[in-house]
């Protein structure tokens, strides 16, 4: 039979309920699921899952796909079981698969690429082939999300009702009201849900995240992350239509500034503003770059402080595929990071000169074998499922994670910043503020424009 929670019956703090159960925590889960291994599906096909699209493989800094290939590798290492993989154009599976053969299985040693597909007809497109998908799977196993920014929220909230810890890539939703839902279900479900920030597994990200918290209140900090403009035919099919730029990449930097500011300060009015006429060129209709400009209260003795979150996927060619870097100042000291430049570049004559960064995937084999597990690209998706297979096995409840991952309890702030910024584009750049009016200081509950009577 399942286990039930402790927290239904005590109000004992945690560290009681160890002492309680001899360090075994009841978890929340309501799955009985216990193995050495956490079976996964992977729900979208596209750039980040596989490195394959519009019909051949990417020609971005992730060519052979992130998750896929680290899923299939934590496999080998005895950690994941059994793999899945949904889209919704059955006829592009065997190309996928293909892809996955030549960039994984003919590159590494001892790769299994045995999995499972959706749709299963591969003469079909069907865009709810997620719900047969997640429905052969059982309550304590898990899902990744790589899908459009629009449709996160419906394959995110059906995974949950199914009882599977649910990992989303970021933005995990558009809005305030799906985050609360998404939050509301994965406490009933007992589940855990976290958004894909890889930059919080980062060495240098960690490292600045935790010097931030001796530096005293905040006071101003300035994000910028771009993308060369031929992404904007990658990403075709939704820019401007189920998402922007800033969703997509400010949502970056937005949770790294939300995660060091926990406990610490909250933010309480948007503005954004944007460039365009690049991506109108190629018909899509949609903003080149957009800039968020962000009042942030400090909660200890109430004083201001600023921050400017930029992002553009209309930037030419370079020596690296993203620029992204930042600078944060507080109340007594400062923080510079070039997260593209680590001082490693490379010249070829297929490739010519780049700055590269396999601290985010390493994608060279030594000696045959894949190497990149010390990427947080890679790291991002261990940690999540070390995760789950602890509170699978009773050993940890969802909310001890918390403090350590990106969880659905956690970045309401970031969701919050990211739709005020939407809807002040939408109104001629208006200000938006944020307000808080439950328990908690780091859940916002509405938006508002910024001087409404």
Same mark, same amino acid.
């Given at each position: ?14 560290? $009681? ?14 799955? !009985? ?58 006829? @592009?599976?065997?190309?996928? %698969? ?6 994984? =299985? ?43 920014? +629009? ?5 995110? #909230? ?22 609360? =839902? $998404? ?19 980062? !060495? ?22 771009? *993308?060369?403009?031929? *992404? ?31 406990? @610490?300060? %909250? ?30 209260? /400090? ?6 402080? #600023? ?46 000169? @780049? ?53 659905? /309890? ?7 910043? #990211? ?6 584009? +939408? /109104?001629?750049?208006? !200000? ?7 328990? /908690?200081?780091?859940? !916002?509950? =509405?938006?508002?424009?910024?001087? *409404?009577?």
């Amino acid at each position: 039979s399942k286990p039930k929670s402790l927290k239904m019956f005590t109000t004992e703090p945690i560290s $009681l309920k160890r002492q309680l159960t001899e360090g075994n925590i009841m978890s929340h889960s309501p799955s !009985p699921k216990v193995s050495d291994t956490v079976d996964v599906l992977m729900i979208g096909t596209g750039e980040y899952t596989t490195g394959y699209v519009n019909g051949s493989k990417s020609d971005s800094d992730k060519g052979a796909g992130v998750v896929a290939l680290t899923m299939v590798d934590l496999r080998r290492r005895g950690k994941v079981g059994r793999i899945g993989l949904c889209g919704t154009n059955g006829s @592009k599976l065997p190309e996928i %698969r293909s892809h996955m053969d030549r960039c994984i =299985k003919q590159n590494y040693k001892d790769m299994d690429l045995t999995m499972e597909y959706w749709p299963t007809d591969e003469n079909t497109v069907k865009r709810d082939a997620y719900k047969g998908a997640i429905d052969s799977f059982e309550p304590g196993d898990c899902c990744t999300i790589f899908t459009p920014d +629009d449709t996160h929220f419906t394959i995110a #909230l059906y995974a949950i009702n199914h009882g599977l810890h649910t990992i989303v890539t970021k933005p995990i939703v558009k809005t305030l009201d799906e985050h609360m =839902k $998404l939050y509301e279900a994965a406490k009933r479900a007992g589940v855990l849900v976290m958004v894909e920030v890889h930059k919080r597994f980062d !060495p240098i990200y960690v490292d600045a995240r935790d010097r931030i918290k001796n530096m005293g209140e905040f006071g101003y900090m300035y994000s910028y992350m771009s *993308q060369p403009k031929h *992404q904007l035919d990658t990403f075709r099919v939704w820019a401007g239509k189920g998402s922007d730029i800033s969703y997509y990449l400010n949502s970056h930097h937005v949770d790294f500034h939300e995660w060091a500011m926990l406990g @610490k300060s %909250r933010p309480i009015r948007v503005t954004g503003t944007c460039s365009n006429g690049v991506a109108l060129k190629k018909d899509i209709c949609t903003e080149d770059t957009i800039t968020l400009t962000v009042q942030w209260k /400090n909660l200890k003795d109430g004083s201001l402080g #600023l921050a400017v979150y930029t992002s553009s996927w209309v930037a030419p060619k370079s020596d690296v595929h993203s620029q992204q870097r930042f600078f944060y100042m507080g109340h007594k000291g400062e923080i510079n990071v070039d997260q593209a430049h680590r001082g490693y570049t490379l010249s070829t004559d297929d490739d010519g000169y @780049k700055s590269v960064n396999p601290l985010f995937m390493k994608y060279t084999p030594t000696n045959g074998y894949f190497s990149g597990q010390n990427g947080y690209g890679y790291k991002s998706f261990e940690s999540f499922v070390d995760a789950v297979k602890k509170i699978n096995s009773n050993l940890s409840l969802v909310e001890d994670f918390d403090s350590d991952l990106a969880t659905i /309890n956690t970045t309401f702030m970031t969701t919050a910043i #990211l739709e005020a910024g939407r809807l002040s584009l +939408d /109104n001629d750049s208006i !200000p938006y503020s944020i307000i808080y009016d439950g328990p /908690n200081e780091h859940m !916002p509950t =509405k938006l508002i424009p910024a001087f *409404q009577k």
